[in-house]
């Protein structure tokens, strides 16, 4: 019969991890949740006692102050999280592998496998483990021969994927009312009761025809496969965007008109300077490595194509920057506003930011950055890793960090929106105007701000998708 999960530990306490399970925790206040981390300094920004946590999520901070402390626990003492748990959340990385067999490919299941060594080496009793990592397609078969190889008599385990579909900068509101909560298990006896006890959590707050359960190996390619249709729209409406710019059509026009077919539906249809963020690539890149493990080299290319397009979207973007500064921005000064692969968010993995900071740079132009959420110590891990070989005192000779939008367009050429954050809608423009070089211009990456009304006061205005 299912067990009644009385006692979580999350293994990961990340974007994912710490968001999910301070839900979990809030909304089931009989059930302790401990989310563990090796990371001791990730672990004292999530106890710390002014609630300065280690990431930015709007409604992040109500969440665990209701729960921390009454049933929400945050610990490095990863053994101690495991032994007490019923049932255990998988939640570390799965980055891009970086050398070795399918490097720049597959997925790095090395943290996968040592929280799940290490579950193997210290649990006492049986356990229901959750993998809530995006993981490739049998990755649960893989954890179930390490657990079973290394587990003392009479424990035993069920191993779920219970994938995320969280996305940040929304992660509270999605996880209070999920489109969908999916959980894959073995279709045997034990399989669907350990599927029943976790359903049993999510049902707290999630209405039941909402919760999905299928098959193991179904579940974990769902994840894949939602977030490579979904990055594949993006890339979609960018090289559409690509042929709107040639041609005088407009992408937000194309994009509102297609988008009222309701097989196609209206969201997710914004062109962009490219995707960013830690998953849409990854997944992608993981994806096009399964296909091609498993001889299916057309369906790899097919895939693949769809993170071609977003490389070509951000250099076609850098290029016309470039071409509209009148085929030089050697010496001249460039502010970019915004550094996160989003709004709402201060994480900078994968940012096209990243990309276009790095190809004004090796163009010789001076930058300066502003973003309301992105710590300036990330900002220079992030230059320094998109310039190897160029040493840091040489990066901060071409870039300053502003203190706001405004400071930072302070007698600029060109202004570069990189993150569709709202503020930079609403800044004075004509204030900003006036604080400029002549001509100045703005490049809209994200189609943020009325074209027209910038014109009106005297920008040289170029946004995507859209003819000159
Ligand atoms: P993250 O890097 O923010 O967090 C992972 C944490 O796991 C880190 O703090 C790390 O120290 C910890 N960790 C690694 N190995 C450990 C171990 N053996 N024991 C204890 N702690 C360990 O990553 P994330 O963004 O939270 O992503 C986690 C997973 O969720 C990935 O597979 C990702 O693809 C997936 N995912 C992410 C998002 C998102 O929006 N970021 C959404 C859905 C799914
Ligand atoms: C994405 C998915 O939306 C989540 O469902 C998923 O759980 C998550 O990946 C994951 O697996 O990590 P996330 O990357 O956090 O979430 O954010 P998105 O809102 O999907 O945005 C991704 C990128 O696409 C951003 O750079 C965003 O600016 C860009 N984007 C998004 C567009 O350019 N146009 C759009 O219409 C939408």
């Not at 839900?23 to 999530?46: E, F, G, S, Y």
């Not at 005088?248 to 297609?258: K, S």
């Not at 320094?384 to 203190?403: F, H, R, Y």
């Not at 570069?416 to 002549?438: L, P």
Request: net charge neutral; aromatic share 8%.
């Amino acid at each position: 019969a299912p067990v009644s999960v009385t006692k979580i530990c999350c293994i990961g306490a990340g974007y994912v991890g710490g968001p999910t399970c301070a839900v979990i925790a809030l909304k089931c206040p009989h059930i302790q949740v401990t989310i563990v981390d090796l990371n001791q300094a990730r672990v004292d920004a999530w106890n710390s006692p002014d609630f300065k946590l280690p990431i930015y999520e709007p409604g992040l901070v109500d969440v665990v102050k209701q729960a921390r402390g009454r049933n929400l626990f945050f610990s490095t003492d990863v053994d101690k999280g495991i032994q007490e748990a019923d049932l255990i959340f998988v939640s570390v990385n799965t980055p891009t592998k970086k050398s070795g067999v399918g490097a720049g490919f597959a997925a790095d299941l090395n943290y996968v496998e040592s929280a799940t060594r290490r579950i193997a080496a210290v649990a006492q009793s049986s356990k229901i483990v959750v993998e809530k990592s995006t993981v490739p397609c049998r990755t649960a078969e893989s954890m179930r021969t390490i657990l079973e190889a290394n587990s003392r008599p009479g424990t035993r385990f069920d191993i779920l994927s219970n994938p995320e579909f969280l996305a940040e900068g929304t992660a509270i509101e999605d996880l209070f009312k999920p489109d969908r909560v999916l959980i894959g298990s073995l279709q045997t006896p034990e399989g669907l009761d350990a599927c029943q006890s976790l359903a049993a959590v999510y049902a707290n707050w999630v209405p039941t025809e909402r919760i999905l359960t299928v098959g193991l190996w179904s579940s974990e390619l769902s994840k894949l496969a939602a977030n490579a249709m979904l990055a594949q729209r993006i890339s979609s409406i960018n090289a559409l965007s690509a042929i709107c710019e040639a041609t005088g059509a407009n992408i937000d026009e194309v994009a509102h008109a297609i988008g009222f077919d309701s097989r196609i539906g209206p969201k997710f249809l914004r062109a962009s300077v490219g995707f960013g963020g830690s998953c849409f690539q990854k997944d992608i890149l993981n994806l096009v490595y399964l296909s091609e493990s498993l001889h299916l080299p057309q369906v790899a290319a097919y895939w693949r194509q769809v993170v071609d397009m977003n490389e070509y979207q951000k250099r076609r973007f850098s290029k016309t920057v470039v071409d509209t500064l009148f085929n030089t921005i050697t010496g001249k000064h460039i502010a970019v506003l915004g550094f996160a692969f989003k709004a709402d968010t201060g994480d900078t993995r994968e940012s096209p930011a990243i990309t276009l900071v790095r190809d004004f740079l090796q163009e010789r132009a001076y930058v300066t950055i502003y973003d309301p959420q992105v710590d300036e110590a990330q900002i220079w891990l992030d230059l320094a890793e998109a310039l190897p070989g160029v040493p840091l005192e040489n990066i901060k000779k071409q870039v300053t960090l502003a203190p706001s939008a405004l400071d930072a367009c302070k007698n600029k050429e060109a202004v570069v929106i990189a993150t569709e954050w709202k503020e930079f809608r609403d800044i004075d423009w004509a204030a900003v105007y006036a604080h400029m070089n002549k001509p100045a211009f703005v490049f809209d990456g994200r189609l943020l701000v009325d074209a027209d009304a910038l014109r009106k006061i005297g920008f040289k205005v170029t946004t995507i998708g859209r003819g000159q």
